[in-house]
């Protein structure tokens, strides 16, 4: 029977894109002198594991590639290679060429050609007489060179459970030669007490091949921990029909479905609260068909069950779109090594709260932030290695990535120990642009936020990683497109830190609702810093440029929504509404409402996919009652309000 391996080509391409992480890490541990002999198995464990997939699904450029790259591993692994720096940029390279060759394949595309460029450095750098590459001799019968050998291979009964398939080891077995096999059934039990998820097979196996006997072992790389293994060279005998191998797959590929894994007991819990909240509907519903008021007490305890389960299941379900936030902080010290490279800098990296969860969607879409943010602390923060001597800093400096929870959100920062930002520079350079009056005395925390700004730079020069003022820009609208917000803390000589404040999940937010004459609208409590009922002497007129509303002698710019969205409002005097302060990037602005009508979590729907982009709004919502309320974007309204 013929097995359709299609159905397992996207678990492939996220366990590659995972090796593909860890041996990258573990590259940098090389270059930085920190690795051992356990490091040295792994790197070789990653691209071995990578080469037995590729082979699996007929991925005829990947398996070559990645069989040249592990040839040299396994002279590094063994000491007929010393790690150098030049080597290990080398290998490093070679992991952007497996990405590229992975992307391709899940895209269903021909290989990227330097492909080939690679693996002829590949082979240079182990010394071998030929810049060609060849994949392992698939002939049709053996060489007369060849030799053969008798293997014993039984894996543990607990090997599937491991996430590990003992026909992967066959296969690449069978790219080494010619292999036959027998399969060993002493194990079996009787069919009452089999255990699908138990491995009771073993196998005897010849093979005949030129390859030698490390290679041999190789093949084992994966269940070495977790199988009886035991490999004799025997007399080659007459030649023997050579087995059929696997079919491959079509080179086409299949449209990609995006997937999340899950942990068992995420989904078992799950289970549970489903047969909860179905007990609770069917009590409920038996006390409805026979209602009497004595029974009300009943009903209510009821209903209130299957409001807790209800809050419960959604939370639940909701946190099986969480992942951690490592999957985006792993790619981060190479994004270091090389910028730092580039610049002729040393720079290391530290990462904590990997660990922290966030939706799926949002871990993807806060990658190119992060990016920008890491790439200007090591530009921009952190000094040339004689600045950093002459200011009594040791030579290397530091980047730190760190992820935590606060009040319900997520607070990713990106720091450094550089010179810090200039305000001055930053200043002139808003006023040169226009962005601010030469006179106007702003906090400082204001003045940072000006580099945030679309085409705002102080660099000189324009350069390769930086001058055009675009990166910043692109932090900022990401985050805010996440109904996030950035904030820059910085103390010169010292460092600055960038943080991001983001919400746990785009899919439901915590919402204030606020009526504004018929209307209610929803604002994310992420943006929110307090609500108060003004006293008449704290609204002030700024001639030619509004209200301001005084609070703790901080003047704040007032915003009437019932003006910026053109409807008719119960309270257009400040002190017989209430106001409602927002933060955004930095400042702080005062929204004038109706009514505060109490907190609550809301669903967000998308306006763009169903009607079009509204100034000011970032979705919208269905209320208990069935009507649709608007949920508010702060950074919208005050770009309506400067407009205005």
């Not at 060609?132 to 030799?147: K, L, M, V, Y």
Request: hydrophobic share 45%.
């Amino acid at each position: 029977m013929e097995i359709d391996l299609s159905q397992f080509r996207e678990t492939f391409f996220q366990e590659a894109a995972e090796h593909l992480a860890s041996l990258e890490s573990a590259l940098l541990s090389l270059q930085a002198g920190t690795a051992d002999n356990e490091a040295l198995n792994a790197i070789f464990r990653c691209a071995h594991s990578v080469k037995a997939g590729a082979a699996t699904f007929g991925f005829e450029a990947m398996t070559r590639f990645t069989h040249v790259l592990e040839t040299l591993l396994d002279c590094l692994r063994n000491g007929e290679i010393a790690p150098s720096a030049p080597l290990v940029d080398l290998l490093l390279r070679s992991v952007d060429v497996l990405r590229a060759l992975v992307d391709a394949a899940a895209r269903g595309e021909a290989p990227p050609p330097v492909w080939e460029e690679v693996v002829e450095e590949l082979d240079r750098a182990r010394g071998a007489p030929k810049p060609e590459a060849q994949a392992p001799a698939q002939s049709d019968g053996p060489e007369s060179s060849a030799a053969a050998y008798a293997i014993r291979f039984e894996p543990a009964a607990e090997v599937f459970s491991l996430g590990l398939d003992p026909l992967l080891v066959l296969r690449d077995l069978a790219q080494l030669g010619r292999l036959t096999s027998e399969a060993d059934l002493s194990r079996l039990p009787a069919l009452a007490s089999l255990d699908p998820e138990r491995c009771y097979l073993g196998w005897r196996l010849r093979l005949e091949t030129t390859a030698g006997m490390a290679q041999i072992r190789d093949a084992f790389a994966f269940v070495e921990d977790v199988a009886t293994v035991a490999i004799e060279p025997i007399a080659t005998h007459a030649e023997s029909p050579a087995p059929q191998m696997p079919s491959k797959l079509a080179a086409r590929a299949a449209p990609r479905e995006t997937s999340i894994r899950v942990a068992t007991k995420k989904v078992d819990r799950l289970i549970d609260l489903v047969g909860e909240l179905m007990i609770a509907h069917s009590v409920a519903a038996q006390l409805v068909s026979g209602f009497t008021v004595d029974r009300l007490a009943l009903l209510q305890e009821a209903m209130a069950d299957m409001d807790r389960y209800t809050r419960e299941l959604q939370e639940r379900a909701m946190r099986i779109r969480m992942m951690p936030l490592g999957s985006v902080f792993s790619r981060f010290p190479r994004v270091v090594h090389d910028t730092a490279q580039a610049l002729g800098k040393q720079v290391s990296i530290e990462i904590s709260g990997e660990e922290t969860e966030l939706d799926k969607g949002m871990v993807e879409r806060i990658a190119d932030p992060l990016t920008h943010l890491v790439r200007n602390a090591v530009d921009h923060g952190i000094e040339a290695p004689a600045e950093r001597l002459r200011a009594g800093k040791p030579a290397e400096g530091r980047v730190r990535l760190t992820a935590y929870h606060q009040a319900g959100n997520v607070i990713v920062e990106v720091s450094d120990d550089g010179r810090g930002l200039d305000t001055e520079r930053i200043r002139a350079k808003g006023i040169e642009r226009g962005l601010i009056a030469a006179d106007e005395q702003l906090p400082e925390q204001q003045i940072h936020a000006l580099i945030l700004r679309p085409g705002f730079s102080t660099a000189e020069t324009v350069s390769d990683l930086s001058g055009r003022g675009v990166g910043m820009d692109v932090v900022k609208k990401s985050v805010e497109a996440l109904n996030g917000s950035v904030t820059i803390e910085t103390k010169p000589g010292r460092g600055s830190v960038f943080r991001m404040k983001l919400p746990l999940t785009l899919a439901i937010v915590d919402g204030l609702l606020l009526r504004v004459g018929d209307q209610t609208y929803v604002m994310p409590l992420v943006s929110i810093v307090e609500s108060i009922r003004p006293r008449k002497e704290q609204v002030r007129d700024v001639a030619g440029r509004g209200d301001v509303v005084v609070v703790r002698n901080e003047p704040l710019p007032l915003l009437r929504l019932c003006d910026l969205f053109h409807i008719p409002a119960a309270a257009t005097e400040p002190a017989r509404g209430l106001v409602v302060i927002v933060e955004y990037e930095g400042r702080r602005l005062a929204l004038l409402v109706d009514e505060l009508l109490g907190q609550q979590q809301v669903v967000v729907k998308s306006l763009e996919a169903n009607f079009r982009k509204v100034p000011g709004v970032t979705g919208a919502t269905i209320l208990g009652d069935g009507r649709a309320a608007l949920i508010l974007d702060v950074a919208g309204i005050a770009a309506m309000s400067r407009a205005a």
